[in-house]
Structure formats: C-alpha cells, structure tokens
C-alpha cells in the first residue's frame, strides 16, 4: 500500500486519494492552500453570500446551522450568529447513542449562544430496523445517523422555506483534497450519496426488507423540484475561514467552557464526545474495514497544521489503531439492537478491504500493511513540515460527576426501555 510521504494516509482511503511524484497526497496539496489564500478576502466573500439570504421581512430565520453536543457546533453557531450576525435556525438529529455529556453540551449550545433549535428523534423502533441493515450491506452501524444529520436539515430548509444551510468543513476538500478551497465547492445530493451515504439511499433500503415508505421518509432527500422552489443552497464555512478545528475548540472553550473528554480510540479529546461508538466501536469497524481508523485522520490533520511531526503522528496511530472496542460500549450495543456480536463481526469481515486484509488458512485476519511500517519511506524528509507547537488537547471537568455514564440518552429522559 502506498502511504503519503508528508501525513499518514493510506492509497486506500475511502474518499479517493492520489500521490504526486513526492508522493504527497491530494489532502495535503490542498490543505497547502490554507496558507496562502487570502482568508480576509475570504471572510469578505462570505458576508456577501450572507447578505444575500438575510431574511428580508425580519419575520424568517436566515439560516440554518445543523448541529450535535460535539464537533465544530460551538463554533459554527458562535461564527454565524456573533460575527457574521445571522439569526440562525439550528437543527439536530438524535443520533440515539447520546452520550449524557452529549446531551449536556446541547442543551449549553441552546442555551448559551441564543438560538432557536429543532430536534429529529425517530422511533427507536426504526433506526433499529435501519442499522440492522446497513450493518448487513454496508457494514456501518451509523449509516443512520449520517443521513439523518444531512437530510433533517434539507428537509428543514425546504418545510421552513429557509434557503441558506451552513457546515463547517467539507471532508472531501479537508481530508483528500477532492476539490479545492478555490472551487468553493457546495452541498450536493449526487456528492452525498456516493461518500456520505457509502453509496446507498434510504429508498433502497426498501428493497426485500421489512421496512417500508414510511420508515424510510425521515431519512429522504427532498425532491430536486421542492429544493429548486425554495432554492436550497448548503455552503461550508471552511471555504472562508482557515479551518482548524483544535483552535477552534479552544477558542470557544474558553467562552462556552462545554465538557471535553478522553476518547477510547483518539488522542483528539474535542470531537464526537456526544457519541458512545464513534470514537469507539464505530472507529474499530472503519479499522476493520480499511486497515486504519480517527486516530490517522486526527494525527494528518495534525501534522498539516504544523503541531505533529510524521514520526509524532505515526506513534498515536500506534497507541489506538489495534485498541479493542470498550466491552461496555459494545455490550450496550449489541443489547440495544438485539445481535449477537458473531453476528455483528462476520457482517463487517465481509466488507473488509483485500488490499490491506487477509483471512490466513487458520481463519485469523491478517493486516497486510500499515502506516506504521512506513516510518522510513524515501522522500519523506524532502516534504516535510516544519513543526511550530505542541499538540496538546485538554479536558474539561464534567458538569455532571455524579451519573455514572452508561446508558443511551435519547433526549432529556425521553427513553423508556
Ligand atoms: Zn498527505
């Protein structure tokens, strides 16, 4: 497997990657842009497109910010309605494995920076039903989470008739350099489905299961005629501000002083708190499938910003990427949708990656290559980054020492089981 020379991906990356003769990756030429472009300009080139959608009666929201108790959330919503002074619209999909702190965070996200926000809970029932099947064909026990946190707010712009959606970072210009800033690339359905949806709609879930029309609904892309009628446009914010989500992170800790915390599979404490698998069982699928898991995509985005040297990066994938999921989480998981883990396991072998995994003759799975053996590649030191500071994330105290965290938290105590 070819790994690129200046971060630590993988030829195999599911987004696509290519290599130039340095063999650098696409994803770091491209971040290469983050500084030189002129971000002032930038900056400029956003107020216009905000003031283009400003509700005009002062009646209507004039935008909408989709969000989570994690991610860039704080910041998105902080930037939108405190700098650029838009009266955003916030909208959220129950992802169901909410962790307590996850729901704490939301509420401070509500009720800290001053915005109204809509909630997507759908039947338990349902995303049971969902997740046992794209764990089937798709070996991904958060396919519906994924849709359901890209299509609740499509479908909201179009019910609300609130044209602009904003995200934060586009992940195929961020990670693999798919496009560049330049391209200024939008929200698409055909780019949904292909990466974010892993190829699969929800209409095809259909298909032989036991699963109709109207299970389905909630995770449908509105039609391309009701998207033309209220002409929905999705931008990212990380065309027009430098993206680098550590920074960020701390920034907005320091105002909004939300909970951080130490991640099974990472060394990234800031991201994805919210969840219980994402950094867990969810990351140990994507390294079963692909041969690497977050703590690469953490460690390249660190080294492109200058705060990991390659070797540093290559040591924190050496820490995570075998670590097992946490027996709690996996428990909690495999009893909330009633599988055995037998099951679970051969529908991921299925979908394991032949170029980096193969079944020995005694059943065992081998990884074939790693970044980890690739320390020493030439042309490594001819492409290298200059490291300028330390990478050192912080954890914040819990607002909440006295429950004990190991249940789903659907929203508030909205879960009967
Ligand atoms: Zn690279």
């Known amino acids: 497997m070819q790994y690129c020379t200046r971060c630590l991906y993988p030829g195999n990356h599911p987004l696509g990657i290519t290599f130039d003769d340095q063999g650098v990756c696409s994803g770091c030429r491209v971040h290469e842009e983050k500084d030189v472009l002129d971000w002032e300009e930038r900056s400029q080139r956003l107020v216009k497109i905000f003031d283009a959608f400003r509700s005009r009666s002062g009646r209507n929201y004039d935008c909408i910010i989709p969000v989570s108790g994690a991610r860039d959330s704080h910041f998105i919503v ?218 690469t995509d953490h460690a390249c985005r660190e080294i492109r910003l200058k705060r990991l040297t390659r070797e540093e990066g290559i040591d924190l994938v050496e820490k995570y990427q075998n670590k097992l999921p946490d027996p709690e989480s996996l428990a909690l998981f495999l009893n909330w949708l009633g599988i055995k883990k037998e099951e679970l396991f051969d529908d991921i072998d299925a979908r394991r990656d032949p170029r980096v995994w193969k079944k020995r003759s005694d059943g065992q799975w081998q990884l074939l290559d790693s970044v980890i053996n690739h320390r020493r590649d030439s042309g490594i030191d001819s492409v290298r980054l200059t490291k300028k500071e330390d990478c050192e994330f912080s954890i914040t105290p819990s607002k909440d020492p006295w429950i004990k965290d190991d249940q789903y938290v659907l929203v508030g105590r909205g879960w009967v089981d």
């Open 78 to 295: 902080h930037t939108v309605r405190h700098v650029y002074k838009m009266r955003p619209l916030l909208v959220t999909y129950n992802k169901h494995y909410n962790t307590q702190l996850g729901i704490r965070n939301l509420a401070y996200l509500r009720s800290l920076i001053g915005a109204d926000i809509l909630t997507s809970t759908i039947s338990p029932q349902t995303v049971k039903k969902m997740t046992r099947i794209s764990l089937k064909k798709l070996a991904s026990m958060y396919w519906h989470c994924i849709v359901g946190q890209a299509v609740f707010p499509v479908q909201t712009a179009v019910r609300f008739k609130v044209p602009l959606i904003v995200w934060g970072a586009h992940q195929g210009c961020d990670q693999v350099g798919m496009y560049s800033h330049l391209d200024e690339v939008e929200m698409t359905r055909r780019y949904r489905k292909d990466h974010d949806f892993m190829g699969m709609e929800a209409e095809d879930l259909i298909q032989g299961e036991d699963i109709d029309d109207r299970d389905v609904k909630p995770f449908c892309y509105p039609h391309d005629k009701e998207l033309e009628s209220v002409g929905v446009r999705g931008i990212f914010l990380s065309n027009y501000i430098r993206w680098d989500t550590k920074r960020q992170h701390e920034d907005m800790l320091k105002i909004y002083k939300y909970e951080t915390a130490l991640q099974h599979r990472t060394f990234d404490t800031y991201n994805d708190v919210d969840c219980f698998h994402y950094s867990d069982l969810h990351d140990y699928i994507k390294f079963l499938k692909w041969g690497y898991g977050k703590a």
